[in-house]
């Protein structure tokens, strides 16, 4: 079969190799795929930045597709059924993480798309636990951005708790952050988008997809924008997704005190300056987000088939398996808000 394989470690060293299709067992699900996002990791990946997956692998681990083959042990799943899956592959099943279904935390958690194949292939091979068998109402498109939707669903909604009379702060309006807007937003809570000049185009998006406010943080005051709406307390909660040292200590003193910043995107590097003095004297807890968990798949799919949450309006660019690179040179650029390799 067809996949797009990161074969060394390094700068790209990717290409679209003929691998033998995958064979199940025990209670494993083989899926034919149709769409796989391409993922900010994926793109790390190619440049050689993300020092997570074993090479050689085939890369994708946002995606959809119909189930064509089950193993003997597989109880639920069918031939037939239109899904998507976690990104967990194996887990210990054994550790304090496991046994709460933190399945994230586990420190022997393998990934699909990074410790094993993933789906930027005709063909992947998930877990049954790991499989959610779609709605009616979800299409494959949109359910090949579960993962990344899961992801702001346990950002906002497990790590901590937004509710209708929060006011919130977010920096970076990505994949990540627009998804995470929707999931404020579903919420009802009163959102602020911030972005800089380059962003634009995702800025207006984000105004379409609900935010109440958006803000050019080069050519507009953020600090003012933000104390007017709020009554010059500074906002409830700020959810950091850009991994832009300057936008996390920009929001740090916007937050209220005793208010709550969430840490989504990841930083370019392990140790970064932080603005301790406004996490001390505020009182702000300052909470990590890794991923997601079984729980927040389940939340996701059901903001998706409520239709609280509009993922297809974000996918801007579709490209064939065999066109991947373009797929990935049209991500790199920035132009696109988020970019799909369709399998079939």
Known sequence: MKSVMKYEKGYDNMELRDIPEPVVSDDQVKIKVAYTGICGSDIHTFKGEYGNPRVPVVLGHEFSGIVVEVGPNVKNVKVGDRVTSETTFTTCGTCDYCLEKDYNLCPNREGIGTQVNGSMAEYVISREESVHVLPDKISLKAAALTEPLACTV???????????????????????????????????????????????????????????????????????????????????????????????????????????????????????????????????????????????????????????????????????????????????????????????
């Open 154 to 344: 346990h950002a906002a909604l497990e790590k901590t708790t937004v509710t209708k009379d929060d006011k919130v702060l977010i920096f970076g309006p990505g994949p990540i952050g627009l998804l995470l807007l929707q999931v404020v937003k579903a919420q009802g809570a009163f959102a602020i988008m911030a972005g800089i000049t380059k962003d634009r185009h995702r800025l207006e998006l984000a105004k379409s997809l609900g935010a109440d406010v958006v803000v050019d943080t080069v050519t507009e005051n953020l600090e003012e924008i933000v104390l007017t709406h709020t009554n010059y307390y500074g906002v409830d909660k700020v959810f950091e997704c850009s991994g832009a040292v300057p936008a996390l200590n920009q929001g740090l003193p916007l937050i209220k005190k005793k208010g709550t910043l969430v840490q989504v995107g990841l930083f370019a590097n392990k140790m970064n300056p932080l603005d301790q003095e406004s996490i001390i004297q505020r009182e702000i807890t300052y909470v990590g987000s890794r991923s997601q968990k079984p729980s927040s798949w389940t939340i996701a799919l059901k903001l998706l088939e409520d239709q609280k949450i509009d993922v297809e309006k974000m996918v801007t660019k579709i490209v064939p398996l065999e066109e991947w690179r373009s797929g990935f040179e049209a991500a790199m650029a920035g132009e696109e808000i988020k970019v799909m390799i369709k399998s079939f």
